[in-house]
């Protein structure tokens, strides 16, 4: 059985995954980093890859997971709080 390339395969699955980057973000700079993080996380992690495992599957979870992550923040990023009494703006 051949020795498995953690690099070899990434690099085979990079063009899906900067479609599927694409996809998600619907912007090509946003897709470059997310396709960016998702490859830091991923060598950064390949010890935790099971060999008999479907990469793609692996490299796309992790992807997926990072733009949910970077939604939700920027959605509470732009939440405001205003407890101020004075509705004068509000209401002109």
Known sequence: MASFNFNTSFNQLAPNLNSYAYNLTQNMEDA????????????????KFKVDT?????????MKNIF????????????????????????S
């Open 32 to 47: 470059k980093d997310l396709f960016q993080e998702t490859a830091f996380r991923a060598m950064k992690n390949s010890d």
């Open 54 to 62: 479907n990469m793609k599957a692996w490299l796309f979870t992790i």
């Open 68 to 91: 949910i992550n970077n939604y939700r923040r920027k959605v509470k990023a732009r939440v405001i709080n205003d407890s101020s009494d004075n509705l004068y703006y509000l209401n």
